[in-house]
Structures are given as C-alpha cells and as structure tokens.
C-alpha cells in the first residue's frame, strides 16, 4: 500500500519537484535509507576479492570506529543515523560512503595521511555526504523510486544483483563539485566540532597534491581538481567560527587519540 501510494504521488509531482529535498525525503526515508545503505554495506563485506577488510590490527580498526564516531556524534546536521567505520585492505588511496550511514576508508589512504587531523578531515568529508544525503539523492534522480523498491523490497536475488550493478561502476557515488564542496564544507565544520585541527582536510589535499598531482580520486570525483580544493578549503577554514588562527597544521587537540605515528607502524 505504502508502495502505491509513493508511486502515484510520484507521477504527480516528479515533472516539478525531482531534485528537491522534499521530493527525495518522500522517496526515501531515513528508515529505507539506512536499510538500502546496509544492503550495500552487506554486499561489499561479503566480497573479498574487491573488498577484502583489513582485520590484521584491532587498535588500527578501533582508532578508526571511534574517530569516525566522535565526529558523526559532534554533528548535528543529521542525527539517528547508525554510522559504521570500515578499513579495506588495498592501497588503493580512496574512500567512500553510502546512504545512511556506512563510510569505508582504504588502508592506501591511511598509509598516506601524515596525522590523525587529515583522517579525521577525511571520514568528516564522508560523513558530510551522508548527512546532506547526496548518494541518496542521487539514486533517487538517476536510478528510480523502481530501483530502490526493488533493493527494498525485492527478492534477495535481485536484489544483489542490481546492488552488484552499481557498485560495479560506482557511479551513484559519483556527485557533482557542488556536492563535493558541501562535503568539504563539513569536513572542516565537523573536524572543529570534534576539537581536530580544521586544516586536517585540507592538509590531506595537499599531501595527495604532493604524491600525486591533480590525478583525480573517486574521494575527490575527477573535479574539481585538488590543487583547486586546497585554496577552496583555506577560504573555508577562514570563514568557520572556532578556529583559531594559526593553528600548527598538524596539530590534534582531540585528546583521546594515539599519535597517528603508532597507527602508521601498524599499516
Ligand atoms: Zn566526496
């Protein structure tokens, strides 16, 4: 019942309304959404040979969980969500979210960062994409209340098999620069909620632009261009009330961390 109702209440107002929020809250709640990220979340957990997880160091996976919570806890722009941190074992240098609430770091990005203020920069990022929603969104636009129902509500089969189709490319993940400044946006609000230094974000642009140049990141889309978010998160930082100027970059005044260099050593 609640299926027809959202689908014709979609024919009505989908022409005028697609891309708004309250047209995509109608499509997905928070309730399916969480469900639809934990099928996704399941998914990639079950596939080891493209998502083996990293299981070799407890203290790495617990420094991770609890840094990624402290910060979805110390915002407030979405709350009742169940975030869950994981590590992938590759050194590939990438990370990612899903809807409503999973976030996955790669063990290649870890090994890259040089302090627990660019990893927090990082997860803040991904959990700022959560919070504002954007893959979800996105499904929603590019794929169909169909798709999603049947993620939802059909056979497990199927099910995994259109879940397997859109990893395959990753594209739902794949959001537009406004999107990815929004995100950054949170990376620094949120890294200041959490007493990290906000310049962890940007300071982890700049290690990637040292390694790598402007070669594009599926954390980062292919645009805008790294060398292009630094400056746009050194305007970012200059705007966020609470920070306090000339904060040693890499400096973490969360108080409950282990130096980053004892996460290193265990990589
Ligand atoms: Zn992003």
Known sequence: MIKC?????????????????????FIISDEDEITLGQKFRAQIC?????YPLYT???????????????IADAQSDR???????????????????LPGGPVF???????????????AGVLAHE???????????????????????????????SAAAIIANLLAG???????????????????AYSVLTRYNSYGIKNFFQTLYNLYGDTPFELFSDHPATSERISNVQRLI????????GVPPNDTTWMHQADYAVILSKL
């Open 5 to 25: 109702i959202r689908y014709i209440s979609m024919a009505f107002l989908l022409p005028v309304l697609f891309t708004c929020d309250a047209i995509t809250n």
């Open 46 to 50: 079950a596939d080891a040979v493209n």
């Open 56 to 70: 070799k160091d407890t203290a790495v996976i617990n420094y991770i969980q609890l840094m990624g919570q402290a």
């Open 79 to 97: 709350k009742n969500i169940p975030f869950s941190f994981t590590i992938i074992d590759s050194n590939i240098v990438n990370a990612f979210s």
């Open 105 to 119: 770091v790669y063990r290649g990005l870890l090994k890259d960062a040089r302090s627990g203020a660019e990893v």
């Open 127 to 157: 959990i700022g994409h959560i919070t504002m929603r954007h893959a979800a969104k996105k499904l929603a636009e590019a794929y169909g209340v169909q798709i999603i129902d049947q993620i939802l509500f059909g056979s497990d089969s």
């Open 170 to 188: 990753m594209a739902f993940l794949k959001v537009g620069r406004d999107n990815e400044y929004q995100a950054d946006s949170c990376g620094v």
């Open 238 to 245: 200059n705007k966020t009330p609470g920070v306090p100027p």
